[in-house]
């Protein structure tokens, strides 16, 4: 059994609206600083240590804790799950 750090990104999907980027943007905006910047969004990161055989078990049976869990909606969310061996 090895250890594995599996990171776990949540987003919305394309076309689902996100007020916290559009706020943060807004600021910069207000504020007129950083005008290069044309699109902010905004992500949750889960980070787990777990240990497994491999990394696919890894990835495995974090994506079903966060689906027995939850944690996202996926009518809304995009899901990316990052596998890394400690």
Same mark, same amino acid.
Do not use: W
């Given at each position: 059994?090895?250890? %594995? ?17 559009? *706020? ?6 207000? &504020?007129?600083?950083? &005008?290069? #910047?044309? &699109?902010?969004? *905004?992500?949750?990161?889960?980070? %787990? ?26 009518? #809304?969310?995009?899901? *990316? ?6």
């Amino acid at each position: 059994m090895a250890i %594995f750090s599996v990171h776990v990104t949540i987003e919305n999907k394309p076309g689902i609206s996100d007020p916290e980027g559009d *706020t943060i943007l807004n600021d910069l905006v207000l &504020k007129g600083t950083h &005008k290069t #910047v044309s &699109k902010i969004k *905004t992500a949750k990161m889960l980070k %787990f240590t777990i240990k497994e055989k491999d990394k696919k078990s890894a990835q495995s049976k974090v994506k079903e804790i966060c689906d027995d869990l939850r944690i996202y909606n996926p009518m #809304v969310s995009k899901v *990316t799950i990052d596998v890394f061996e400690n």
